[in-house]
């Protein structure tokens, strides 16, 4: 079973940075899609960056030249370097991981991100 452990959140000043990692475990299969949602409080779930196994990115427009995602094959892990942070930016992020020929989805437990002065 595929389990994600993530890690790197949690309050740092607006303007600030932090970095977001995610390791996947517990499968041989390839992991063909990694990616950050993140969930503010009363809001919807929504994307915020993906990356595929070959390293095309995507990203939602507010995160736009501030958030950079990166992964490692090798060590089925998924980063997410924030920069710029703004306080909008609050919310818990969830790795997300498509796993297999069948994508299946795999959710992180989220960690808190709090940008505030």
């Known amino acids: 079973q595929v389990q994600l452990v993530e890690s790197g959140g949690g309050l740092v000043q607006p303007g600030g940075s932090l970095r977001l990692s995610c390791a996947a475990s517990?499968?041989?299969?390839?992991?063909?899609?990694m990616g950050w949602h993140r969930q503010a409080p009363g809001k919807q779930r929504e994307l915020v960056a993906t990356i595929t196994r070959e390293g095309s990115t995507n990203y939602r427009d507010s995160v736009k030249g501030r958030f950079t995602i990166s992964r490692d094959n090798a060590k089925n892990s998924v980063y997410l370097q924030m920069d710029s942070l703004k306080a909008e930016d609050t919310a818990v992020y969830y790795c997300?991981?498509?796993?297999?020929?069948?994508?299946?989805?795999?959710w992180g437990q989220g960690t808190q991100v709090t940008v505030s002065s």
């Open positions: 517990g499968t041989a299969r390839p992991i063909h899609i």
């Open positions: 997300v991981v498509f796993v297999g020929n069948f994508l299946t989805q795999v």
